[in-house]
């Protein structure tokens, strides 16, 4: 059972007092959540967290599901895609039957909870019951909708207009016709989840000895699904741009490809561009959040050259690690590094291959790149700072003046 | 004597939804958003990065350098005297003079690569008290030393510019208990240029 007070000696008392103090604040308040889904994805993830951590620091916090069957589903999927920018076929039947659903949901549904915090498009429309209720709504998006295509976004839109505000997960995400007033809320890791945890150097030692992987000699490792988003082939490139110089031995790690054609494809290109190298070694890994610990906390550098990303959180467990960390700029990478100061960015392959050298030379540069990273981390993408964000904004629904004093 | 009360603050980010492609953007933009927005980018470094050395101290220096790389106008706005200040309005209005000024030069402004651009922000501030209370010089010294760090950073940052008075918090009370000396060399600091850890460090050694 997750616990607020075993934060305590990572943030540090008095983040967790603030907590303490905001949920008090809320009290005598219903908090209720709304997805679309209990289990399975990052969405429900944060959600089964979320809610006992709320509940601990006094806000009656709940969580309801919207139901649906597979035809409002298989709109909902394609609305989350045009949302990414995929071009999808729509009809009137679709928004018909999305509409149609959300209406029977909306029937059966206690709505009535003084703060309505409403995730992703799928239950969007419920808001329609705000004005009857008159209490407060929040829709929170999670999905990047930079690309979105108009047509969807022009739908949803309708529907987030009638929010008390809404929240996005990055700049780039927010939209300037939008009239209800924009939050930025950044993902987060958990620090004491298996994935993130402190490991004892045993458990370390064991996986690293498993796949017969040298620790005598620098690792560089990116952890990510076989994707060519990911750029995997690309890091085989940089590695052997740098190869030539300094000797080093590269990890490629990751899972989710087995029930993804592509990705077995991706998946054995890869393996194809290693050829004999035996100090590359590519993991094709079951799920499995103690291992991919292991393998950042043992390796010296980690690289996340995606082409494409989300937000990318895996730079964040990366530096939470305390590891040097070269990524690429894209998506929500450039909030979690300042170039410079807390890892690299970089923009291609030579790029990417300069500035590893430059780690595997400048050891103490590495480290103090590696140190500010845990440092930013710390302050700004961890499951805490996400919960006071979140006591914040349904605080900020009460209170709308530009600085408010408790 | 009065009681000084050490407050905290934190902040939700609110976005705009505006953005900049180049100098040109930025600088009409700047002219017209509310002043939180200006608060939030010439003061959000100090917060997230109070842990490095105080460069880069703006968001707009910093994306000029970064992603823009127009060094000698990045060094311009990185180097407004921010402390000389005393509303953001001011701020802002130097802000833009500098870009105005670079403009009019026909110096570089092209437009940055798509997914680059400058996006404005703001910031809602709520302020949380912390249940430190000092009554006298020798109480406020030991409870400066562990406050939260937001704790200084409210008190000296948010009080003055935000909160428009002409002293931050600590200079006002140090006159208050008659502490005109040390208020004064407080007042000399600029604390614009030092992380924050190290502003506690510069204000302890004041109060000996």
């Known amino acids: 059972m997750i616990d607020i007070k075993k934060y305590e000696h990572i943030t540090g008392k008095s983040a967790i007092d603030e907590l303490y103090f905001l949920g008090e604040k809320l009290k005598g308040k219903k908090v209720k959540n709304i997805n679309s889904t209990a289990v399975g994805g990052g969405v429900a993830e944060i959600l089964t967290k979320m809610g006992p951590l709320m509940k601990q620091v006094g806000v009656d916090a709940s969580w309801d599901v919207i139901k649906g069957d597979q035809k409002f589903f298989v709109v909902t999927k394609k609305i989350h895609n045009a949302l ?82 809404c929240v996005f997960s990055a700049p780039s995400f927010s939209k300037k016709d939008i009239t209800i007033p924009q939050v930025m809320i950044c993902p987060s890791i958990d620090p004491l989840s298996d994935k993130n945890r402190e490991l004892e150097k045993e458990e370390i030692d064991k996986v690293f000895e498993k796949f017969g992987i040298d620790r005598s000699r620098p690792v560089i490792t990116q952890i990510s699904r076989f994707d060519y988003l990911k750029d995997p082939l690309g890091v085989i490139k940089v590695y052997k741009l740098v190869k030539k110089y300094n000797d080093c031995q590269l990890i490629l790690a990751g899972g989710g490809a087995t029930d993804d054609p592509e990705g077995m494809k991706v998946y054995e290109e890869v393996k194809e561009s290693a050829g004999n190298d035996k100090d590359i070694h590519i993991l094709l890994l079951p799920q499995d959040d103690l291992l991919i610990n292991a393998l950042q906390r043992g390796s010296d550098i980690i690289l996340q050259k995606s082409l494409k990303e989300g937000f990318g959180l895996t730079v964040s467990e990366a530096l939470w690690k305390e590891k040097p960390v070269i990524a690429s700029a894209v ?20 790029g990417t291959a300069y500035y590893l050298k430059q780690l595997l030379n400048e050891p103490a540069y590495a480290a103090q790149l590696a140190k500010n990273g845990k440092e930013h981390v710390k302050n700004n993408f961890l499951i805490t700072r996400h919960l006071r964000e979140y006591l914040l904004l349904f605080l900020s629904v009460y209170n709308k003046e530009d600085v408010v004093y408790f | 004597m009065p009681e000084f009360e050490f407050k905290t603050e934190i902040h939700l980010v609110k976005l705009l939804g505006i953005k900049a492609r180049n100098i040109r953007e930025l600088c009409e933009t700047l002219e017209s958003v509310p002043l939180s927005s200006v608060y939030y980018h010439t003061h959000k470094f100090l917060k997230q990065h109070h842990f490095l050395s105080p460069e880069p101290p703006n968001d707009f220096a910093y994306w000029v350098n970064n992603t823009l790389n127009i060094r000698m106008l990045a060094e311009k706005l990185a180097s407004v005297d921010t402390v000389k200040f005393s509303s953001l309005e001011e701020l802002r209005l130097q802000l833009c003079a500098i870009m105005a000024e670079w403009l009019k030069l026909g110096m570089p402004a092209n437009d940055c690569a ?26 406020f010294r030991e409870k400066l030393k562990i406050v939260d760090i937001n704790s200084i950073y409210f008190h000296i940052f948010e009080a003055r510019l935000r909160l428009k008075k002409n002293q931050n918090d600590f200079q006002s009370w140090l006159m208050e208990i008659g502490e005109k000396e040390i208020a004064e060399k407080l007042g000399n600091l600029d604390p614009y240029n030092i992380t924050l850890e190290n502003l506690r460090k510069r204000v302890l050694g004041l109060i000996k």
């Not at chain 1, 008159?134 to 990047?144: Q, S, T």
């Open chain 1, 331 to 350: 998506g929500g990478i450039p909030l979690q590094i300042t170039h410079k100061y807390g890892g690299l960015l970089t923009y291609s392959i030579d």
């Open chain 1, 84 to 165: 990414h920018g995929k071009q999808e076929p729509f009809s009137a039947e679709d928004f018909d039957y999305f509409s149609q659903t959300a209406r029977e949901n909306a029937k059966s549904m206690d709505l009535s909870a003084d703060i309505m915090f409403v995730h992703d498009p799928q239950p969007i429309m419920l808001v329609e019951k705000r004005e009857e209720l008159k209490n407060k709504w929040i829709w929170r998006c999670h999905v990047d909708i930079t690309e979105a295509r108009d047509e969807v976004y022009r739908f949803l839109r309708n529907y987030i207009s009638f929010y008390d505000s």
């Open chain 2, 114 to 139: 798509a997914g680059d651009e400058f996006h404005f922000m703001s910031c809602q501030t709520f302020i949380l008290p912390t249940g430190h209370k000092a009554a006298n010089l020798s109480e």
